[in-house]
T-cell receptor, first 115, second 113 residues
């Protein structure tokens, strides 16, 4: 069983640039959720994808967008980067339907630094 | 809206002793799940224990157990026989019908040898 993987591990970008983060879900999972974790805080829900469609979104602006592919892997895109976008971005995969208690398996995260 | 509050930014425990981490939450839903996640320095979030709101019996997983007080909207984690490997950031989280996890701000647990 392959776990959730994310790439790259670390990334440094300049304010105003665009970035793409990638996530491979755990084998057999059809749902991917993305979270932003600022330093010293708990993760904040960005959005969730199920069968290539956005299936819920948190309080993030439209410059945060995503994709899910037929193999259930996913991308998180952030346009017009701001300094406050510096954070650890976590991807989590799960199997739906599983209900509210479904186990979300997390990847190791991508550390994004915006200068 | 769902909220999760962890009022203890840091806790410490002596190895082999017991420690309890506190969490309170708020939700308007009647069907929801509560979780405790552990995040070591490696950053990977690991599920420690899960509780279904409609179950009165408190969940247990080996040395980890919860005290779920639904009326008080309280969900504390007890770690027995603490080990050095338990040192990490612990997050309380809530999931409702939208299947989105809402996290607290975390408690940094230090285990003293």
């Amino acid at each position: 069983e392959t776990g959730v993987t994310q790439s790259p591990t670390h990334l440094i970008k300049t304010r105003g640039q665009q970035v793409t983060l990638r996530c491979s879900s755990q084998s057999g999972h059809n749902t991917v959720s993305w979270y932003q974790q600022a330093l010293g805080q708990g993760p904040q829900f960005i959005f969730q994808y199920y069968r290539e469609e956005e299936n819920g979104r948190g309080n993030f602006p439209p410059r945060f967008s995503g994709l899910q592919f037929p193999n259930y892997s996913s991308e998180l895109n952030v346009n017009a980067l701001e300094l406050d976008d510096s954070a650890l971005y976590l991807c989590a995969s799960s199997l739906y339907p599983g209900g509210a208690g479904e186990h979300q398996y997390f990847g190791p995260g991508t550390r994004l630094t915006v200068t | 809206a769902q909220t999760v509050t962890q009022s203890q930014p840091e806790m410490s425990v002596q190895e082999a002793e017991t420690v309890t981490l506190s969490c309170t939450y708020d939700t308007s839903e009647s069907d929801y799940y509560l979780f405790w996640y552990k995040q070591p320095p490696s950053r990977q979030m690991i599920l420690v224990i899960r509780q279904e709101a409609y179950k009165q019996q408190n969940a247990t997983e080996n040395r980890f157990s919860v005290n779920f007080q639904k009326a008080a909207k309280s969900f504390s984690l007890k770690i027995s026989d603490s080990q050095l490997g338990d040192a990490a950031m612990y997050f309380c989280a809530l999931s409702g019908s939208a299947r989105q996890l809402t996290f607290g701000s975390g408690t940094q647990l230090t285990v003293l040898p």
